[in-house]
């Protein structure tokens, strides 16, 4: 059997060897079921600032802890139910919960204690509490008041604006405070910008009390969401996973693809897709997920950067698929006022050919490097898995049902899905919740929400200073001048934009800063808006792949051993079909299904697949046989024309397929020939 660089025995189809007995150790099987070692999770504490939390020492306090999780948790969930408080009182309500959720998971900094709450973080609970207390006693008050605060008004205002830069720099990281700090100097001092950024300028007071009392600032349509649809849909992931769905999720990809040329990698995608779709987290899907694919990928001969990427590309991905897709798409959904099931619907067919894109070139990899899968008396049955955990299925059904058919509010179908998924969840014994799994669960989807969450407040600065000042506007206005030039280029410059902020924030700010400043401009130019709002979407989640901070990619390394930058270049090869996805539905909002007939969706996408098989080919350099360099150019230039929907274009890219595919047939013919 031909050893090769990674750990274990390669199951090569050259040789003739029997598969290695003991490819699924122990570890690996534990890693099916959802359990992580120590090392692997303190992986995603090291990488992923926002599950760096406290474990609390004292039982007591810990106990407690949980309760008040479980109250947050309770308070959205009946709220959804039977309807909020008046909006600010809410709003305020949901930003201090969290914020008192926070300070007490998250230290000071990584010297402070990781096992009992500072004073100075007590102090921060009580301050965070008295916000929503002000708002609460003086409703009518701060309301009447805006735009004319008082010294009270002032204080509680410039308090909330502290405490959500200090809860975001503590659960993210300082990139976002400060872009917050930026702005704010930027609406304090506007008279001393230069040209076009000039503007009246603001006192602190002016400023403040946009952030504070209204719902264009720290209020804004960020944390609505966040308070109602990404509270609860994180929640139902929370329970989801309590019920088995992972587990579930592992062994169907393992049983469905397993087997096959290359089955590991596939099974990652797959599993990672799944998964991701749910729990919308990328970096703790890699390590999920990449805690049993990556070692099995090593072992069936794909190498160690390879493997990692796969992994971290896979997850990525989740956030843009369908139904429940990353918490942005909720965002999305609130700022063009559409039903969240129109967003299911436009994202569908982008996302498959995602997922379709790096498919195929696991598919082309295996091949290249005469890669088996594994064992098939090893793996699961997916009779078996579905007779076993089958069911679970059922309350993702039921989500889609009540999104797209009956005409239900998503946040009535967000509530009724986690009920249904307790109760389906005890149709076998095997998955059934006991009451202090409900209750962990509940306590889970409250501290999975505080970083999100926070997220959302922290980025309510900018975009209330964007609204104050008309930065927006402004930028709006030059950048429809760029693409009054060229689209391609503005489209270009946007994506760019996306990225960048995507390594320093995470996505959902990302998105939202993005979704401000280009997505308007861009549906002036002619692009339809769904489009201009996906396309932004779309970069700010590929951040997490992108080096130098790749997040994901630099997870899927610490699992596979291999090199983090190079982890992160071969994750940007094999998602490149997924980076030129958003440019070909901005050609062809066909493939958003915008104002499109049957015929023409249909055939529109069957081009986008073959641009992407073809992109396949042209990166991996294979097809039956290894591809010439030339041939790679020529089949790449054939995908960018099935990119554009026009009839004469996409009958130059079908022709390079067949040519394409009548060459490689003939030179591995001939290969064939000369070996015998």
């Not at 587990?247 to 990809?253: G, L, P, Q």
């Not at 692009?527 to 932004?536: D, E, Q, S």
Request: aromatic share 10%; net charge neutral.
């Amino acid at each position: 059997m031909k050893h090769t660089e990674n750990e274990g025995d390669s199951l090569r189809d050259k040789g003739g060897e029997s598969p290695d007995s003991e490819v699924f150790d122990e570890n690996i099987s534990r890693a099916m079921e959802g359990v992580l070692t120590e090392e692997q999770q303190k992986l995603i504490e090291d990488l992923d600032k926002e599950a760096s939390t406290r474990r609390l020492s004292d039982p007591l306090l810990s106990k407690c802890f949980t309760l008040l999780c479980i109250a947050v948790s309770m308070y959205h969930f009946v709220t959804a139910l039977i309807g909020t408080p008046v909006v600010l009182v809410h709003r305020s309500l949901h930003v201090g919960m969290v914020l008192c959720l926070g300070f007490v998971m998250y230290p000071f900094s990584r010297r402070s204690s990781y096992k009992k709450v500072e004073w100075w973080d007590w102090l921060l609970i009580l301050l965070s509490l008295a916000v929503p207390a002000y708002i609460w006693l003086d409703y009518l008050g701060v309301v009447e008041r805006a735009g004319n605060p008082d010294i009270p008004d002032l204080f509680m205002a410039t308090l909330l604006v502290l405490l959500v830069l200090e809860g975001s720099r503590r659960m993210a990281g300082w990139a976002l405070p400060i872009l917050s700090l930026v702005f704010i100097l930027y609406g304090l001092f506007g008279r001393e910008m230069p040209g076009i950024f000039w503007h009246r300028g603001y006192t602190w007071m002016q400023l403040s009390n946009h952030f504070f009392a209204n719902t264009e600032g720290i209020y804004g349509t960020s944390v609505s969401v966040a308070a109602s649809y990404i509270f609860l849909f994180i929640l139902f992931g929370a329970v989801m996973s309590k019920s088995g769905m992972g587990a579930f999720f592992n062994d169907f990809a393992m049983a469905l693809a397993g087997h096959t040329k290359g089955g590991p990698a596939k099974v990652s995608v797959i599993s990672s897709g799944l998964l991701g779709s749910i729990n919308g987290s990328a970096i703790a899907n890699v390590v999920t997920t990449g805690a049993f694919t990556i070692p099995l990928m090593k072992r069936t001969g794909y190498s160690k950067n390879f493997a990692g990427a796969v992994e971290a590309t896979s997850s990525v991905g989740g956030q843009v698929l369908p139904p429940v897709m990353g918490a942005a798409a909720f965002i999305m959904a609130e700022i063009l006022s559409m039903p969240y099931s129109e967003i299911i619907v436009h994202a569908a067919i982008p996302a498959l050919l995602y997922y379709l894109g790096v498919i195929i070139q696991v598919q082309l990899r295996a091949g290249k490097e005469g890669l088996l899968g594994l064992p098939k008396d090893r793996l699961p049955r997916v009779g078996v898995v579905l007779r076993d955990r089958g069911h679970l299925l059922l309350p993702i059904v039921i989500l889609l049902y009540l999104l797209l058919f009956s005409g239900t509010t998503v946040i009535y179908s967000a509530v009724i899905t986690i009920a249904a998924t307790v109760v389906v969840a005890g149709f076998r014994k095997s998955t059934r919740m006991s009451f202090k799994d409900i209750c962990d669960a509940f306590a889970d989807g409250a501290k999975q929400t505080v970083s999100v969450a926070m997220a959302c407040a922290c980025v309510g600065i900018i975009i209330g200073t964007i609204s104050k000042t008309g930065f927006g506007l402004t930028m709006a206005n030059a950048i429809i001048n760029l693409g009054s030039r060229s689209m391609l280029f503005t489209l270009f410059f946007t994506m760019i934009t996306c990225m960048i902020l995507g390594m320093g924030v995470p996505s959902i700010p990302a998105y939202i800063i993005t979704a401000t400043i280009a997505a308007p401009a861009l549906a002036k130019l002619g692009i339809p808006v769904v489009a201009a709002h996906m396309f932004a979407f779309y970069y700010a989640m590929f951040a997490n792949l992108t080096p130098p901070v790749a997040l994901a990619a630099f997870a899927a390394a610490g699992l596979s051993g291999g090199d983090p930058v190079k982890t992160g270049f071969a994750a940007v090869k094999l998602a490149l079909a997924g980076f030129i996805v958003p440019y070909m539905f901005i050609y062809s909002p066909q493939l958003l299904l915008i104002d499109t007939s049957l015929l023409e969706g249909v055939r529109v996408s069957v081009g986008a697949c073959l641009g992407v098989f073809l992109i396949g080919t042209s990166v991996e350099g294979y097809l039956f046989t290894r591809i010439v360099w030339p041939l790679r150019v020529v089949s790449f230039g054939g995908a960018l024309c099935l990119i554009d929907s026009g009839i004469r274009t996409d009958l130059i890219g079908l022709g390079v397929l067949i040519a394409l595919l009548v060459i490689q047939n003939f030179l591995a013919r001939r290969e064939s020939a000369l070996a015998a």
